[in-house]
C-alpha cells in the first residue's frame, strides 16, 4: 500500500530516532507541534458578498529560535500534512544551522478563483486573526505553494500597520524593494548547487563532464539547470515539466527552453539553441522515462513521491539531489543506498531557500541590505559546513545520508532543549 507524505516522514524520522535511542517521551516531543491555530477569515466578496476561509498556522519546535515556515494557498491544504511538514522545517533550519524552529500554515482556497483585491484582503484578514502568533521573535512566515512575494508585502504591510511601526522582519520572501533579499530568487537552487558540488567532490566524481537529468522546470528546477550549465563541468541533458521531458544528449540549453517555456507555455518542441538556429537533435520523453535515464546526477524538482519502491531499482543516476520536498519515498530510499547511490535529502539539498530567508530576517532585524555576492558567500559557508558534518555522521554511523541528516537536526534540537524539553 502507498505511503502518504506523513507516513513517509515518520518512518524517516524513525530511522533516526532508532539509531538516536529516543525515549517514546523524546519522540513525542521531537514529533509533535507545540501549538496549532486555527481562524475561520471573512472577507468581502467584489460581488458584495462574504465568504469564509478556513486557515491555520502550525508551530511545531521553537526551541532553536522563533517559528519559520512557509504559508501556503489552496483549496487541498491538509493540516495534518502541515504538521509534518512543520517538523520538517524544524529539521531543515537546524541543518542549515539557522536559528530558526519550524512552522507552516495555509488557507483553503483557490487563489486562482480570486481577484487580486479579494486576494488582498484575505492575506490581510489572515494576519489579523494570526497577529498575536506573529512577530520576528515568535513567529516568521515566508511563501510557499501559490504564494508569492506580493502577498508577503501585504502581510508585511498589514502586521506593522497593527504593531504601530514598520515590522519588516515579521515575514520574509518579500520583494526587494520591501525589505527583501537580494539572492533569495535562486536561495534554493543555489544551495544546491554548493552541496552537489560537495557531493561530487566526495564521491570522487570530478574530472570529467558530469551529465544530469532535471524533473521540473519551475524556479528550483529552472535555476539548478542554469546554474551548473554555467559551472562548465556539468552536461544537463533532460529536463521536464508537467507535460514531459525532453531530451538532448549534447545538452538542453535551460535559458532557450526557458525563453520557449514563457512563449509556448511548454518545454516542448525545443529544436534550437539560443538564438541560433541550428537544430539540434533530441528526443521527447515521459517523466518516468526522464528519471531512469543514464545520468549521473538526478535532480527531482517537481513534487513528492516520484521515486518510489517500483522504479528505484531502474535508477542508475549515482547522485540524486532531492530538491522537491519528498520525491524519494522512505522505500525507495532503502533501495538506493543498498545500490550505492547517494540521496542527497531535502532537508539539506533544498534548505537554501529557508536560510537566504534568514538571512533577509537578519538583515531586516539589524537595518542591513547585503549584496548577492555576499549572501551566495554565506550561504556556501552554512551548506558546505552542513554538508561535512552529516557526512561525517553517515560514514561514522553506517547510515543513510538522510538518516544521518534526521540523526544531525534531531542532535541539534535536543541540545538546545535542554533544561526545556530534555534533563
Ligand atoms: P514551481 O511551481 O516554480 O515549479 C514546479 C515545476 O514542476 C513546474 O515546471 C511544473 O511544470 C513541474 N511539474 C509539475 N508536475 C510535474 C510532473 N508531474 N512531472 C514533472 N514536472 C512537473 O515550483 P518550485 O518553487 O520550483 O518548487 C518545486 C519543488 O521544490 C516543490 O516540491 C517545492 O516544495 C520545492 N521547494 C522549492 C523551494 C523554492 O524556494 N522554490 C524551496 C524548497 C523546496
Known amino acids: 500500500m502507498k505511503m502518504t507524505f506523513l507516513e513517509n516522514i515518520m518512518s524517516q524520522f524513525n530511522a533516526a530516532a532508532d539509531v538516536l535511542q529516543l525515549s517514546d517521551s523524546d519522540m513525542e516531543m521531537l514529533t509533535t507541534p507545540n501549538k496549532v491555530i486555527t481562524a475561520n477569515l471573512v472577507i468581502k466578496m467584489d460581488d458584495g458578498s462574504f465568504r469564509m476561509f478556513p486557515a491555520f498556522r502550525v508551530q511545531h519546535n521553537n526551541v532553536r529560535g522563533p517559528y519559520k515556515g512557509g504559508l501556503r494557498y489552496h483549496p487541498d491544504v491538509d493540516l495534518e500534512e502541515a504538521k509534518s511538514l ?46 498575536c502568533d506573529l512577530g520576528p521573535e515568535k513567529d516568521v512566515p515566508a511563501p510557499d505553494v501559490y504564494t508569492n512575494e506580493t ?28 525589505h527583501g533579499s537580494l539572492g533569495r530568487d535562486d536561495a534554493t537552487a543555489k544551495g544546491a548547487y554548493f552541496i552537489i558540488k560537495k557531493a561530487v567532490k566526495a564521491l570522487g566524481m570530478e574530472g570529467r563532464k558530469l551529465t544530469v537529468a532535471v524533473q521540473g522546470f519551475g524556479n528550483a528546477g529552472y535555476n539548478i539547470a542554469r546554474m551548473l550549465e554555467d559551472d ?72 513528492e513521491g516520484q521515486i518510489t519502491k517500483d522504479n528505484a531499482p531502474n535508477i542508475k543516476a549515482k547522485i540524486i539531489a532531492e530538491l522537491a520536498n519528498g520525491p524519494v519515498t522512505f522505500g525507495a530510499d532503502r533501495i538506493l543506498d543498498k545500490k550505492g547511490v547517494l540521496v542527497l535529502p531535502d532537508i539539506l539539498a533544498n534548505a537554501g531557500g529557508v536560510t537566504v530567508s534568514y538571512f533577509e530576517w537578519y538583515q531586516n532585524m539589524h537595518d542591513e541590505k547585503w ?51 530534555w534533563p
Not at 86 to 94: D, F, N, R, T
Not at 156 to 170: F, I, K, M, N, Q
Not at 373 to 400: C, H, P, T, W
Open 86 to 131: 512543520a517538523m520538517l522545517m524544524s529539521y531543515k533550519c537546524a541543518v542549515a544551522d539557522i536559528p530558526f524552529g519550524g512552522g507552516k500554515g495555509g488557507i483553503e482556497v483557490n487563489p486562482k478563483a480570486l481577484s487580486s483585491r479579494e486576494l488582498e484582503a484575505l492575506s490581510r484578514a489572515f494576519i489579523r486573526a494570526m497577529q
Open 151 to 178: 502577498i508577503m508585502d501585504w502581510m508585511e504591510d498589514e502586521y506593522s500597520r497593527l504593531a504601530g511601526r514598520e515590522t519588516p522582519a515579521v515575514i520574509t520572501g518579500k520583494s526587494v524593494k520591501n
Open 232 to 303: 562548465g563541468n556539468f552536461t544537463v541533458v533532460a529536463v521536464s515539466d508537467s507535460k514531459g521531458a525532453v531530451y538532448i544528449k549534447g545538452g538542453v540549453h535551460a535559458d532557450s527552453i526557458m525563453r520557449h517555456k514563457k512563449e509556448e507555455g511548454m518545454i516542448d518542441g525545443i529544436y534550437y539553441k539560443g538564438s541560433v538556429c541550428e537544430e539540434i537533435e533530441h528526443k521527447h520523453m515521459s517523466n518516468q522515462e526522464l528519471l531512469e535515464l543514464d545520468v549521473d546526477i538526478l535532480i527531482p524538482a517537481a513534487l
Open 371 to 421: 549584496s548577492r555576492e555576499r549572501v551566495y558567500g554565506k550561504l556556501r559557508g552554512k551548506m558546505e559546513k552542513a554538508f561535512d558534518d552529516i557526512n561525517a555522521i553517515r560514514q561514522k554511523r553506517r547510515v543513510s545520508f538522510r538518516t544521518a541528516a534526521f540523526v544531525y537536526a534531531i542532535q541539534c534540537i535536543m541540545q538546545a532543549g535542554k533544561g526545556k524539553h
